[in-house]
């Protein structure tokens, strides 16, 4: 049990590239979400999908496109990237106990724009 | 819209002191959860407690305690006997959905603890 997972772990990047990443969870959980963390500036959510087939938008997603691909899976892509997209990108999925869910976190990946 | 505010950015404390990070929030709905995550220097993210907003009990695990008061929207940490494994940035959050997190949560811009030897 892996729990989530991202890649890359580090990517550099050059203005105006494209790249994607990678999310996947193993724990048969229906909502993903990204999220990316700046410097004193906590996290913000990009992105979540509550369920398999549909996506929504959260506080930050302009720059950035994401696919659900089944359930397990959710990317998040940056079309044309910009040194505002230099940031640490998270990928949670949760799970319900109890009738309450609990977010858990992937390990993160740190993205650099030159 | 919700807002979660962690006025504290960075505490320093000898070990075995007591320490309580403060959040306080807002939101205008009547059914919400909040979170406090643990993120230590190595990067990853740690869930530590949930809480909804019809549970004003305190909690208490170990040398942590959190105080939930809807009454001042505050909803405190508390580590006694401080040690040095507890170094690490701490995000209070919040989530209004009704279920606790399927839109995604409200952060916290985080507490940088340092606890010294």
């Known amino acids: 049990n892996a729990g989530v997972t991202q890649t890359p772990k580090f990517q550099v990047l050059k203005t105006g590239q494209s790249m994607t990443l990678q999310c996947a969870q193993d724990?048969?959980?229906?909502?993903m979400y990204w999220y990316r963390q700046d410097p004193g500036m906590g996290l913000r959510l990009i992105y979540y999908?509550?369920?398999?087939?549909?996506?929504d938008k959260g506080e930050v997603p302009n720059g950035y496109n994401v696919s659900r691909l089944n359930k397990r899976e959710f990317s998040l892509r940056l079309e044309s990237a910009a040194p505002s997209q230099t940031s640490v990108y998270f990928c949670?999925?949760?799970?319900?106990?109890?009738?309450?869910?609990?977010?858990?976190f992937g390990p993160g990946t740190r993205l650099l724009v030159l | 819209a919700q807002k979660v505010t962690q006025a504290q950015t960075e505490i320093s404390v000898v070990e075995k002191e007591d320490v309580t990070l403060d959040c306080v929030y807002e939101?205008?709905?009547?059914?919400?959860?909040l979170f406090w995550y643990k993120q230590p220097p190595s990067g990853e993210l740690v869930f530590l407690i949930r809480?909804?907003?019809?549970?004003?009990q305190n909690e208490i695990s170990g040398r942590y305690s959190w105080n939930f008061q809807k009454s001042t929207s505050s909803f405190n940490f508390t580590i006694t006997a401080s040690q040095v494994v507890d170094s690490a940035v701490y995000f209070c959050a919040l989530s209004e959905y009704s279920g606790g997190g399927a839109d995604g949560l409200t952060f916290g811009k985080g507490t940088h603890l340092i606890i010294q030897p």
């Open positions: 999908s509550a369920s398999e087939g549909t996506t």
């Open positions: 809480r909804n907003s019809f549970d004003e």
């Open positions: 724990m048969n959980h229906n909502s």
């Open positions: 949670a999925s949760s799970e319900v106990l109890a009738g309450e869910e609990t977010q858990y």
């Open positions: 939101t205008r709905d009547t059914t919400y959860y």
